[in-house]
């Protein structure tokens, strides 16, 4: 049982390209969600999932999409990265077994991504 | 605009000292969770609490929810190098999956 692992955990772009940051977890969570972390900002919402081909916009959503094709995965897409973008992403996922947002989020390792 | 506030940013403290970390709001939440992150890793829930005025108690951790479910509060005894990370509160709201974070507290714990 691996939990939620993430790929890569480094990266970095020049500005203009496109790169997809991918998640994955085998605990047969519904909700999956994409968050990044910026110094004094704690973790801001991109997008997020409440099943498989369901995805919904966060708090930050602009220069991200993506996708939910299966149950496992959740894939961040960067269309057109730019400086802005530069942070850690976290990857989590949660049960929704339980009504409200009481359910337990676990987190992936991060995704470090620099854009130049 | 950050809907929830925690201080203090930064605490630097010796081994075996008590502290206590703020989470506020001027809103109301249907629940809050306390995270610790490590450096290099994602956040790990330490504790979920529900009701108004509830206290929950994790061996030396002593987590607190506001009667108005406004705030909470995170208070450490006798403080050890392994509690040092960056604490983090999240809020929950009543029919929303999502969660609003608070910017965190980066705890530094001297032996």
């Known amino acids: 049982n691996a939990g939620v692992t993430q790929t890569p955990k480094f990266q970095v772009l020049k500005t203009g390209q496109s790169m997809t940051l991918q998640c994955a977890q085998d605990m047969n969570h519904e909700y999956m969600s994409w968050y990044r972390q910026d110094p004094g900002m704690g973790l801001r919402l991109i997008h997020y999932?409440?099943?498989?081909?369901?995805?919904d916009q966060g708090e930050v959503p602009n220069g991200y999409n993506v996708s939910r094709s299966t149950t496992e995965d959740f894939p961040l897409r960067l269309l057109s990265a730019a400086p802005s973008q530069t942070s850690v992403y976290f990857c989590?996922?949660?049960?929704?077994?339980?009504?409200?947002?009481?359910?337990?989020?676990?987190f992936g390792p991060g995704t470090r991504l620099t854009v130049l | 605009t950050q809907l929830l506030e925690q201080s203090p940013q930064f605490l630097s403290i010796q081994e075996g000292e008590n502290l206590t970390v703020y989470c506020n709001s001027s809103s109301v939440f249907s629940s809050l969770q306390w995270y610790r992150q490590e450096p290099g890793e994602g956040p790990v829930l330490l504790v979920t609490?529900?009701?108004?005025?509830e206290v929950k108690k994790l061996k030396r951790l002593t987590f607190q929810f506001g009667d108005a479910r406004k705030d909470s509060s995170l208070h450490i005894t006798a403080a050890q190098p392994g509690d040092t990370g960056l604490y983090l509160c999240?809020?929950?709201?009543?029919?929303?999956?999502?969660?609003?974070f608070g910017s965190g507290t980066r705890l530094q714990v001297q032996p």
């Open positions: 999932s409440v099943g498989a081909g369901i995805t």
């Open positions: 999240a809020g929950g709201r009543a029919g929303r999956r999502a969660l609003t």
């Open positions: 609490v529900v009701t108004g005025g």
């Open positions: 989590a996922s949660s049960s929704l077994a339980r009504q409200g947002s009481n359910n337990e989020q676990f």
